[in-house]
T-cell receptor
Framework: DGGITQSPKYLFRKEGQNVTLSCEQN?????MYWYRQDPGQGLRLIYYSQIVNDFQKGDIAEGYSVSREKKESFPLTVTSAQKNPTAFYLCASRNRGERGYTFGSGTRLTVV | DAKTTQPPSMDCAEGRAANLPCNHS???????VYWYRQIHSQGPQYIIH???NNETNEMASLIITEDRKSSTLILPHATLRDTAVYYCIVRVRGNKLVFGAGTILRVKS
């Protein structure tokens, strides 16, 4: 079945360490997105990519980095510069002309 | 900033229609309205979207006012499994979805 896979589902890291969250899609979608969600709040856009080898900052890009070397993959790195990294991270993808955005099941990152 | 405002929570009796309102008074002419829902700790699920005409699919109906400043999502026969956070979202330039805080819908038996 086609879809978006985020791994791992739960991730624990020590403060000051960089960590990379995986997002893979086999939907052949052009655009991919990373969102962050804090408790009781909506999703906020971190980065997005409309095509391979190109990406743009979202509303809260500071402390994060991404790459888009392959169409199906859009990994997100949470760097030590991110002041409050503990959150629920969601990846999404979309193809032009399709009805909506498909979301992954998320990665819950806890920094201790 | 979110371009939509929704009530923080609503209750609905099982089997009855759930009508979820949304205000988007600053929406631009080419911006779509999307509805998603999210069950705790899962990814948002697409429900429906529209531009200016009313829309219906197997899950819900979307009613958009003529001036496009507000819309209503209708779940015709709510079940307990419809309990979730419902997000009314505007898709802005760059194909970005801008989320607000959403409405917590509680369906009660």
């Amino acid at each position: 079945d086609g879809g978006i896979t985020q791994s791992p589902k739960y991730l624990f890291r020590k403060e000051g360490q960089n960590v990379t969250l995986s997002c893979e899609q086999n939907l052949n979608h052009d655009a991919m997105y990373w969102y962050r969600q804090d408790p009781g709040q909506g999703l906020r856009l971190i980065y997005y990519s409309q095509i391979v080898n190109d990406f743009q900052k979202g509303d809260i890009a500071e402390g994060y980095s991404v790459s888009r070397e392959k169409k199906e993959s859009f990994p997100l790195t949470v760097t030590s510069a991110q002041k409050n990294p503990t959150a629920f991270y969601l990846c999404a993808s979309r193809n032009r002309g399709e009805r909506g955005y498909t979301f992954g099941s998320g990665t819950r990152l806890t920094v201790v | 900033d979110a371009k939509t405002t929704q009530p923080p929570s609503m209750d609905c009796a099982e089997g009855r229609a759930a009508n979820l309102p949304c205000n988007h008074s600053t929406i631009s002419g080419n911006e779509y309205v999307y509805w998603y829902r999210q069950i705790h700790s899962q990814g948002p699920q697409y429900i429906i979207h529209g531009l200016k005409n009313n829309e219906t699919n197997e899950m819900a109906s979307l009613i958009i006012t003529e001036d496009r400043k507000s819309s209503t999502l209708i779940l015709p026969h709510a079940t307990l499994r419809d309990t979730a956070v419902y997000y009314c979202i505007v898709r802005v330039r760059g194909n970005k979805l801008v989320f607000g805080a959403g409405t917590i819908l509680r369906v009660k038996s």
